[in-house]
């Protein structure tokens, strides 16, 4: 059974730091790898999608790389802001189902 | 904007009632997820469909039932509200097309069950 986790589970930095947040999964068949963001009391917001025969995918201050033999994703921000600060999590999906990390609280502080 | 819309953004109701969470996307996606999240035991799956009329139960889907009558539209339906329904729903869309398969979410329903 696919199990993912996300180690911190709380997170707080100084604004203008760069950070590496990280994403374990059980089972490398996975057919692709998503990371969100979270506001308190929102949805969930896309950031980045990774197709499993991909290695990494880039959006402004954000990247994020797969590496499925050894099961981990990361997901890197790139001189942190206080706007960043919100919970990041991960999913994993075979056909249809998403297996869901618990996330990454993080805070910057200004 | 493309966006997937869930009807109520908070909603009380008393414990028995019939209570109905409807979910709206603009993007023509062919999946649709209805999930419950929870502090501590995060995102579950309730139930997802895949097409038209079509539906699968996914981890907790008792005390739940969905409806897919139009591609745009998925409802979830909890038959007798009861405290331990107190969550918020998410609902999500996607399509099958291999070049992008993003998962996009509504804004959550906040359900209160008293």
């Known amino acids: 059974k696919q199990e993912v986790t996300q180690i911190p589970a709380a997170l707080s930095v100084p604004e203008g730091e760069n950070l590496v947040l990280n994403c374990s999964f059980t089972?490398?068949?996975?057919?692709?790898l998503q990371w969100f963001r979270q506001d308190p009391g929102k949805g969930l917001t896309s950031l980045l999608l990774?197709?499993?025969?991909?290695r990494e995918q880039t959006s402004g201050r954000l990247n994020a790389s797969l590496d499925k033999s050894s099961g981990r994703s990361t997901l890197y921000i790139a001189a942190s802001q206080p706007g960043d600060s919100a919970t990041y999590l991960c999913?994993?999906?075979?056909?249809?189902?998403?297996?869901f990390g618990t996330g990454t609280r993080l805070k910057v502080l200004a | 904007d493309v966006k997937v819309t869930q009807s109520s953004r908070y909603l009380v109701k008393r414990t028995g009632e019939k209570v109905f969470l409807e979910c709206v996307q603009d993007m023509d996606h062919e999946n649709m997820f209805w999930y419950r999240q929870d502090p501590g035991l995060g995102l579950r799956l309730i139930y997802f469909s895949y097409d038209v009329k079509m539906k699968e139960k996914g981890d907790i889907p008792e005390g739940y039932s969905v409806s897919r009558e139009k591609k745009e539209r998925f409802s979830l339906i909890l038959e007798s509200a009861s405290t331990n329904q107190t969550s918020m729903y998410l609902c999500?869309?996607?399509?099958?097309?291999?070049?992008?398969?993003?998962?996009?979410f509504g804004s959550g329903t906040q359900l209160s069950v008293l």
């Open positions: 999913a994993v999906t075979g056909t249809y189902k998403y297996i």
């Open positions: 089972d490398s068949a996975i057919y692709n």
């Open positions: 999500a869309s996607r399509n099958m097309d291999r070049t992008n398969e993003k998962l996009l």
């Open positions: 990774i197709q499993s025969s991909q």
